[in-house]
């Protein structure tokens, strides 16, 4: 087989490259480890940046999120009997959007499918090759186990934190900078309307908790838990014991209304960057570059931007031979991912809480300042909300 950009992974990044190169003009062939259900199903990400709402309303993407999705002014922060309410539009001037990274999957994956894209699901053994040539390729099984061939001009790893592509730029080339937190998200998903109209950031000094939602009738929560943390150690009822107490049931009159638990899972927490976002013929985008812990809610966001980035770079490359945009795509996209690392620690290490008195009475100093100054309030706002995707 041939085509002109390989990509590897279709998730969110993987899915809207093809979509974007497609629009252009630009033929490709995604090659996907797991099922095409599997993927879709798969519960992660659910805040949309104003400029990810843009870009997928500019590229024919936007009509289910608009008529099922929320739109967010803003969010809550608090700490034991306070609750501040941070209004996004009225300081920046832009929303969030509250949509599941399920649905943009979805949407993702019907549009694609509407146009006739070739994507490889269930493929085993994916290897890339020959990328520092002019002519890279990737070698798969099929869903058949049948030994597969892809040539391309350019291969793209968009096979997030576990794919083999990060690892395929030359070590002697790439430089990674990590951090592991003390500190994991234990998160359930449960058929309950939300308890709150926008999202509940919460420190606590039993541990950091947010409340967020999927949709009118069901709700996503999060408990900070230690790292290794095990499923069984925590019963449904422990958990809306724990959600209610840190997120202030029966304060000022609000209450956390419990319901039956759909899903549950713990998540770790973890910083990653890894340079260049690009070897030769091979493009990083998404979760392939960089983690971001979840607090800041940039990771599913992150990966649009790089994507909205590199498929008009390639767009160049492979239809006009024009190498510049391709050329900075690196530097331009870890720009941002640098900001939106910085904005994921800083939200992380505000909220959750460790044993040490010290570090707590510098967290709440700094909540209060986010909660009671404009400029820290704007600064908490501008970043979560979304800076311009060419920032
Ligand atoms: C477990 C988990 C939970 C998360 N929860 C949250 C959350 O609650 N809130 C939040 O804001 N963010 C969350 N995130 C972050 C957010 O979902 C990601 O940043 C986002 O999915 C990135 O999109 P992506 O397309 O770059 O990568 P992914 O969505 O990871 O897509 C990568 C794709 O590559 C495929 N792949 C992997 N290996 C191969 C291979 N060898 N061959 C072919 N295909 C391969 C994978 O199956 C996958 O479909 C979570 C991430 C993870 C991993």
Known sequence: MRTQVAIVGAGPAGLLLSHLLAADGIDSVIVESRSRAYVEARIRAGILESSTVQLLDSVGLGARLHREGDEHRGIYLQWPGERHHLDFVDLTGRSVWVYGQTEVTKDLGAARAADGQVIHYEAGETALHDLNTDHPYLTFRDADGAPRRLDADVVVGCDGSFGPSRAAVPPAERTVWQREYPYAWLGILADVAPSTDELIYAWHPDGFALHSMRSATVSRL??????????????????????????????????????????????????????????????????????????????????????????????????????????????????????????????????????????????????????????????????????????
């Open 222 to 391: 999060y408990l900070q838990v230690p790292t290794g943390t095990d499923l069984a150690d925590w019963s449904d009822d422990r958990i809306w014991a724990a959600l209610a107490e840190r997120l202030g049931d029966g304060v000022n009159g609000w209450s956390l209304t419990p319901g039956p638990i759909t899903d549950k899972s713990v998540l770790p927490m973890r910083s990653f960057v890894q340079s260049p976002m690009r070897s030769s013929r091979l493009f990083l985008a998404g979760d392939a570059a960089h983690i971001v812990p979840p607090t800041g809610a940039k990771g599913l966001n992150l990966a649009v931007a790089d994507v909205a980035l590199l498929a008009p770079a390639l767009v160049a490359l492979l239809g006009k031979h024009d190498a510049r945009l391709a050329d900075a795509y690196s530097d331009t996209a870890l720009r941002r991912v640098w900001r939106c690392t910085h904005f994921s620690w800083w939200m992380t290490t505000m909220l959750h809480t460790d044993d040490d008195p010290f570090t707590r009475q510098l967290q709440l100093s700094q909540l209060q300042w986010v909660a009671r100054s404009d400029a820290g309030a704007t600064g908490l706002a501008e970043n979560y909300a979304g800076l311009p995707l060419g920032f």
